[in-house]
């Protein structure tokens, strides 16, 4: 199957009454409101999610999509690349891609759609993250996009989605970013630290990240008889991030029995490598977090040899 493609638009809106006014005076149909509730799966490559969905109000029957998609994050109109397969049992579908993958994050919201020719006009109310509205065109297969381009732009003039509300992330990074997975990355920290191989320092460590996609991996510290040899948690989980595709660094959890784990030099220079200076490190006891700290504030005056060269 061919994918399909749309030019998609999203901004914060702080009057949604005024828009949905301002999108009904440009000619928009009102198609009414739906109650949708997407769970992310942390999916190796592109963004894997399954979609509920049920009409607001009336007793009509609930339907879900599993959605594979992938999408450059920029602060501008996009296109996106996806897939639909309809799905007939979402709690089983749920569990096992959980159990597979796992889940990074869930986003629940009510979405008012509107019809404005072929375009898409979603006024959405999403927990957590309040009130967004979003343009999307969908594109005809042999479309080279400029005719979605500039419908877009001028219902996006039309409903005043001005540069400063226009956001490049979806809901779900966003909510991320609100620490909505650092329960999972806390989690996985855990199951790591069980498993660490420590036979000389009896010392296991554990650590989850997160990257750039939402997934999240994790790493324990791994000895070796010859001392030197051995590996720290921090490592061997940016190897596993790495490895997967992502290319950096968004939380960090590091966990070990112990009154405060802190990374040592060389992991927070490693960390460094792949993370922001405001990068939250959670340091953790078994139980959960106990503090968590910007990376900055592990690594002042961080090295970085593209600075160095300047
Ligand atoms: N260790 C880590 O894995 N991460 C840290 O942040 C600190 C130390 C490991 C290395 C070694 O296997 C054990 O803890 C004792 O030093």
Known sequence: MNALRNVELKARDPEPARTLQAALAAGAQDQGALHQRDTYFAAREGRLKLREERPEGDGAPSRAQLIAYARADEAAARTSAYHLVDVPDPPGLTAALDAALG????????????????????????????????????????SDLSAEHAQVAALRAALGMTD????????????????????????????????????????????????????????????????PQGQCAETSAIGALISSGATAIREVAVMADTELIVPCGGCRQRLAEFAEPTTPVHLCGPEGVRRTVALAELLPLAFDLAEAQA
């Open 164 to 227: 400063d509300r226009v956001v490049a992330t979806g809901y779900a990074a966003l909510l991320l970013e609100q620490g909505a997975a650092t329960q999972r990355l806390v989690d996985l920290a855990r199951r790591a630290m069980d498993r660490a191989y420590a036979p000389y320092s009896h010392f296991n460590v554990g650590v989850g990240l997160r990257d750039e996609a939402g997934a999240l991996h994790s790493g324990a510290n791994v000895e070796n008889s010859s001392y």
């Open 103 to 142: 889940i990074s994050v869930v986003v629940e919201k009510t979405r008012r759609l509107l019809l404005a020719g072929t375009v898409r006009i979603h006024l959405d109310h999403v927990e957590g993250l309040g009130d967004w509205v979003e343009l999307e065109a969908v594109a005809p297969p042999d």
